[in-house]
Every structure is written in structure tokens, then in C-alpha cells.
């Protein structure tokens, strides 16, 4: 899938998930308390999330953004499984120190930044954004934990749209590298098609289903 439909589609999935937990969401982490976060903070970094895993094809939109690292990376590989998204949910649970937090925050606020940002003075604009993002997460002590959440959110809902596709995703990984994809036979999504924009138009009317329904406004 291209970048523009991940966005898209995660983007939709992650807004309508944050609207209909807009007062907060209990998860259960590891540790003894559960963590309460709200989704709606989530929303850049689930953006973000939507984006990264991509960062291994060479010279695509994302890649280009952080060159120093397609080198290392095989397409669909470590960044097409489920490792971040664990990697996202267990740093949920730890107690961070305000520094470390704001440092976090910080660096959300800067990938954040350089992915969405256009034209001339990127890492300095980004720099902004990153600040933003620390005096935000020095405000209120949900914040981390809910950058997070949407990050890993928008990691996964990343691998779940690849999955619609025929090359699939090693989501099993490390027991195999097998990559799986969704058994839709002949409805497998190829990328650059007309299927992916038919994919990517009943994915948008799924989520405003789901949302109508939530609104009381599609009664079955
Ligand atoms: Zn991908």
C-alpha cells in the first residue's frame, strides 16, 4: 500500500477510535495499576506509526526522511512485525523520570515533525513541534503513555492494512518469517491499483459505519 493510504485509512480508524473513547481508556498494563490514557493525544503519533514502517523501502517518501536507516532494512521485515507495536505497549507500563519522559515526548514530537513537514528548514520547524510535544507531556502525566498507545496503534493498523495485500506481512515473527496475508483469494489488494483505491474507499465507509452506529444515526 502507499503511504497515502495508510495514512489515510489509519488515520480515519485511529480518530473514530479516539472519538468513541474520547473520555479516557483503562488498558491493562503490566505492573499492578491499570493506566488510563486518552486516545485524542494519540492522534500525531498514530500518524507517525501509520508512516514508519515503510521506512525500509528505499527512497520512498519516508525513507528519504531518515536515509540513514532503509540501508539496514529489508522490505516487510522487522519493521512489518509486531516487535514495535510490543515495544510501544510495554513502555506503556514503566515509570518514567521527567527527564526521560520529556526526552521521549520530545523525540515523538521531532519524527512527528520531520515526517510531516514539507520544504525548506524541516529539522528546525520539527524542533518546534518537538517542544510542543514536551511541554505537553510536562503538563499532564497521560501524555506519554498515550503518545504511545496511538504510535503502536497506527503501527499496527499499518501492518493490518499490508495484510489486505498479497505480499503480506512476517507478523509470527521470530517463531517464522513467513509473511501472512489476510485469505481473501481473489480480493487481495495489489498496491498502485485501481483495487487499492477501492480498498481504501470501503475501508472509509467501514470506519463511518462504525461511527454512525456508535451515534445512534444507523439503526439495524
Ligand atoms: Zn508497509
Known amino acids: 500500500m502507499t503511504v497515502q493510504t495508510h495514512l489515510i485509512a489509519t488515520t480515519t480508524s485511529y480518530a473514530v477510535f479516539a472519538y468513541l473513547y474520547r473520555k479516557g ?3 491493562p498494563v503490566i505492573g499492578t495499576n491499570r493506566l488510563t490514557i486518552y ?3 494519540g492522534i500525531p503519533t498514530a500518524m507517525a506509526g501509520a508512516m514508519l514502517p515503510d521506512v525500509d523501502i528505499e527512497n520512498s517518501r519516508v ?6 536507516l532503509s540501508p539496514f ?3 516487510r521485515g522487522v519493521t512489518h512485525t509486531l516487535l514495535f507495536v510490543a515495544v510501544c505497549y510495554l ?7 521527567l527527564n526521560i519522559k520529556l526526552i521521549i515526548s520530545a523525540i515523538f514530537g521531532l519524527i512527528f515533525g520531520i515526517l510531516m513537514l514539507k520544504g525548506r528548514f ?3 520547524k520539527a524542533l518546534v513541534i518537538a517542544g510542543a510535544f514536551t511541554a505537553l507531556s510536562y503538563a499532564g502525566d497521560e501524555v506519554l503513555p498515550s503518545l504511545l498507545f496511538g504510535m503502536g496503534f497506527g503501527w499496527l493498523f499499518h501492518i493490518i492494512e499490508d ?3 498479497k505480499k503480506g506481512c512476517p507478523i509470527l515473527w521470530p517463531l517464522t518469517n513467513k509473511k501472512l496475508h489476510l485469505p481473501l483469494g481473489p480480493f487481495l489488494v495489489r498496491t498502485r491499483t485501481w483495487q487499492e483505491a477501492v480498498f481504501l474507499i470501503i475501508w472509509e465507509g467501514v470506519n463511518a459505519a462504525i461511527l454512525l452506529i456508535y451515534m445512534n444515526v444507523l439503526r439495524f
Do not use: E
Not at 525513507?63 to 540513514?68: E, G, L
Not at 513502555?91 to 523520570?97: E, T
Open 122 to 124: 524541516v529539522f528546525l
Open 25 to 27: 481508556i483503562n488498558i
Open 39 to 41: 486516545p485524542l493525544l
Open 91 to 97: 513502555a506503556m507500563s514503566v515509570n518514567y523520570s
Open 63 to 68: 525513507s528519504r526522511k531518515f536515509p540513514f
Open 73 to 75: 532494512l529489508k522490505h
Open 163 to 165: 495484510m489486505f495485500n
